[in-house]
């Protein structure tokens, strides 16, 4: 399984942009399906954004569409996470993931996971 280290969480006023960064190795990282997740205080962790493995297809949770933008370059082994106009309501810790050849269009499976990283939005 390929190993994940995010970074590039922080405080960030509201609308502003901050830039996730996960980066894989221990693994061959074009083949894996990569997603983001996020984990507010009290709650469950949630689905963000997933991109499949040849950077084709992306989907993402409607609460962040338009705002964030989920990718990924294989030649240096990382998925990135732009997120623009942010709201408190972003506050989370975030977690990339990874799936071998998974399918982009399901939330679940994934056998790798970060250790996630704090992204906190001031309002």
């Known amino acids: 399984q390929v190993q994940l280290v995010e970074s590039g969480g922080g405080l960030v006023q509201a609308g502003g942009s901050l830039r996730l960064s996960c980066a894989a190795s221990?693994?061959?990282?074009?083949?894996?399906?990569m997603a983001w997740f996020r984990q507010a205080p009290g709650k469950e962790r949630a689905f963000v954004a997933i991109?499949?493995?040849?950077?084709?297809?992306?989907y993402y949770a409607d609460s962040v569409k338009g705002r964030f933008t989920i990718s990924r370059d294989n030649a240096k082994n990382t998925v990135y996470l732009q997120m623009n106009s942010l709201k408190p309501e972003d506050t989370a810790v975030y977690y990339c993931?990874?799936?071998?050849?998974?399918?982009?269009?399901?939330?679940?499976?994934?056998?790798?996971w970060g250790q996630g990283t704090q992204v906190t939005v001031s309002s």
């Open positions: 993931a990874a799936k071998f050849l998974g399918d982009p269009r399901g939330r679940d499976d994934f056998g790798s």
């Open positions: 991109i499949s493995w040849a950077g084709i297809t992306t």
């Open positions: 221990g693994g061959t990282f074009s083949r894996y399906t």
